[in-house]
């Protein structure tokens, strides 16, 4: 007999009551739970909340043993826990090829199943007979397989399975940008099979991301090859768009009783208090019932007045379910088991009393929980008129072993068998916990030696990139590379983390590889990837939002630490070869210790290695692939800089006299755009134009897109394992650079001629005759045309047809040496940017099919704030996007949509990200917007400077795709406020160095004529464009410049006021 109180009698209570309601369907073989002594069927989910009982049963006895007898029932329940977890892992190992593919479709076919058979482990439907694709199940295995590894428990045993499970990761952490089925496995209310984005998905992944990273899944025996990774960027744009779309759960779900195991037990996934608060409450007002919780408002399922013969409803069939919905009591526990995580004893108190009055008791005194209550069909009028006044009836599974566990978890919480902490070993729960001040450390890191200097002259002493040895720097497409050797497994055909761009978060620490020290430049001040960091002054805004960034989301153990190279590129030098003025205003801010409000401390780089967080990068020392590691590591550390002979930037002077003669595919490039304006809003001369929503809807009314032409929902699905062609980013400069292109580059080596356009005025004469003339181009007098010019418009003309119609692997010779199209592409593309002529930027990353970072993210910030989004141009190849979709199919929608117009397929993804950035900050901006049409938005834009500029819709066009990066968010974010501006024009004369380094003015030219370029002094008209906004009591000034030719000069500002 015990010889102490009767916890252990009360303890053996819930053993037997655990073997009567769980334990003894538990399969022998698989470790599986059926759904029912008739149904084999075993779910994900439901499986592993009912063990969770289980395990919290087993903590409780090990707390309390203080007999062999105990301890050996601890032992027993920990077994069954572990039998039940390693099913569940056989059963999602046996799919291995399917969650290979997964990681980079995201496709529902793709997808790891549902549930299993309980006896073979083996799967009962087929991938599309069943709404398989639910990550909130899969992050509610791996959220809880940390939280038992981390009480104690050995559940994974070979490395094997560790590679497995590090992939499982890649496979829910982009759930914030997949539409899955959701907890009910329904999709859309309607049951249609339409997969959407689900706040409790996206919670749950967050929480599983978190928990399990850094963990040893051996436990106390483990070493470096059994920690689990999680890159902190992916649980971080979980929680954004998390924190976006709560209270609602989904598009077509307002709200749903699932959330509560988002903001509390299971999962705590939210840290803003007052949306926790918010969540709650909602869920409370809008679905509390006598007899539990209505899953969602409108919910038929198993209600009176639902049709058993077919899945689906109809859209107008909603309304009949209306204030009938069933009521599931295991929302009682739940909010019992919230009431005691957050110490609110009267919330235990009310739904314990609630709990208990829902429970039916057996003969044998045991207490079921039922799976929910239903009105009876005979009183389904009656509760129309009265909600909650009719008597229910218990249906479905008796005991529904989800609720079973909760309410036996909830029982030992209250009983005091076990603290909450004790269910928590991780510590989920204070994810809400104020966090200290976060201060930014920030290292500035010359390219050169001649920048150094030039910063010194304004008193900022930095150091170069070689000043910095031992330590490394490398871009973060360095790191990228380094982490698709995470997870790789030959033997079970496991590739690793697809090569998805590296997070901010991720490029903040430091990282150590043997005796090294790695640090890494981030995504966005990469200039190779695209080229919005081309812009200094955008490349500077975007650092400040960096900066503001790591202090609202850091969570790791150490300060952040963000390095800013200061290139060639961005130093946009002037005659005197000075840096812009607003990095030097930049840089003196952060001298103060403050950036936007933010605290900053400046330094060194290895001033900052004892107070940064350091990351170990330990997969790399895995025997299963050293050799590929020796091979890969060795690149990277021992890479010499790219000193390939080319051709199209040469910086010595030629002796072969320069044709004169027009190019005959002159203007292929400005002719490939299709930006349309009407001639009759162009040539409207109101003071008071309409708003933008108002121009939007005035386009609307006249373009009528077919859902099925243009794409629609949902959208075809096609292979996502193409990768944009990337440029590698070269840690040491060549110090004579030998390119392919005629003109210089490099700032320091100029040439003789600037790069710049042709100087004919006429801009559209070739193709407007037809394939005619086209079918007469000799090519050999394009690639002679192409040796003789430095004319940058020139040589893109020239390019570009050779790149449409010989392809990009197409042989050329230049100056004797040869090369192919794509390589001078990219050298283009280089140029270009450099000399800051947007509008080829653009046109050559089309080309060379570019996509910005952060498009996926960008497009479903927009989505889950209930906006619809089209791209291309309207009406004929408009695209409707109404899901979230994974980058590399998102970027072939706008190409496809956008046709030859690269230029505008760059642009779209470019206005996508300013969009996204605005909705996030402002939000009011899009109150009266339902869908943005990306596209219609390029037109407008494009209407607008043709009707204040009084120029025609081409002249419009080359405008709009001349304005640098910054200068197109500022331009955007007027035209969407709808606040009175000013635009005004003016001609202003600069030029470039002529030969011998002769410098007849200031700034660099984009247009000259054949009598300026003879003369080696190269004069352009600029027009300069001064958007004044009023705001109250205040007038604040932007500016942005357009690149104009000028059809006669002009010295008078001409000014235009526009309220858009």
Known sequence: MRNRSNSGVRLDYYQRLLNKTILKYQNPVTGLLPASEENSHAWVRDNVYAVLSVWAL???????????????????LEQSVVKLMRGLLRCMMSQVEKLERFKHTQHVNDSLHAKYCSKTGKTVVGDQAWGHLQIDATSLYILSLAQMTASGLQIIFTLDEVSFVQNLIFYIETAYRTPDYGIWERGDKTNHGLPELNSSSIGMAKAALEAINELDLFGARGGPLSVVHVLPDEAQQCQAILLSMLPRESNSKEIDAALLTVISFPAFAVDDGEKVEETRDSIVTKLEGKYGFCRFLRDGYKTAREDPNRLHYEPWELQVFERIECQWPMF???????????????????????????????????????ELYAVHKEMVEQEYKT??????EAIGRLPHRWGQSLYIISKLVQEGFLSPGELDPLNRRLVSEPKPDIVVQVVIL????????KLWEHGIKVQTMEEVRPLQVFPASVLTQIYSLLGRNKKMGLTGRPKNEIGLLATSKLYTYRDQILAFIPQTADEHQFYLPKDTLLKLDMFANDVGFLSSYWGSLGRPLLIFPVSTNLNYLDVGHNPPGALIGTIKKLQSGYIAGTRVHLGNLADFVTTSCITKLSFLRDPSHSEEVKHFVGDIFNRIPDTRPRLLSSSRIKTRPRSHSKSSVHGIVRRSRSIQVDPAQAKERVPSPPSLQESLKKFERGITVDREQSGGVPIPTTSAHGRSHDVEFPIQRPHSPNLHLKGSLHPLHYSHQSPCSSSSPQLFHFFHQGTKQESIINVDELVEQLNNTEVLHEQADIIHYLYLHKGPDWEITIDGKKCYIKELLVELYEKAGHWKHWGLVRHTAGLLKKRVEELALAATDLLVRQKQLSVGLPPDRERVIMRPLPPDELAKIIFDACGEDLSTASLTQELLIYLAMFIRTEPKLFNEMLRLRVGLIIQVMASELARTLKCTGDEASEHLMNLSPFEMKTLLHHILSGKEFVISTGYIHTCVPGPA????????????TDSETDEHTNVEDECRLSVSTKKVGEEATEFARLSRKPHAKRKIPICHRARL
């Open 387 to 392: 909600p909650n006044s009719q008597k229910r």
């Open 997 to 1008: 380094g002769d410098l007849r003015g200031v700034g660099v030219s984009r247009w000259t």
């Open 58 to 76: 087993a903590l409780a006895y090990r707390k309390t043993a203080d007999l062999d007898e105990d301890r050996a029932k601890a032992y027993e």
């Open 446 to 453: 010359a390219e050169d030696e001649f920048i150094q200097s």
């Open 332 to 370: 009682f526990a739940l909010f019992v088991l919230d009431g005691l995580f957050n110490g609110r004893e009267e919330q235990v108190k009310k739904y314990s009393e609630k709990l208990d009055s829902v429970m039916i008791k057996t003969d044998e005194g045991i207490h079921l929980l039922p």
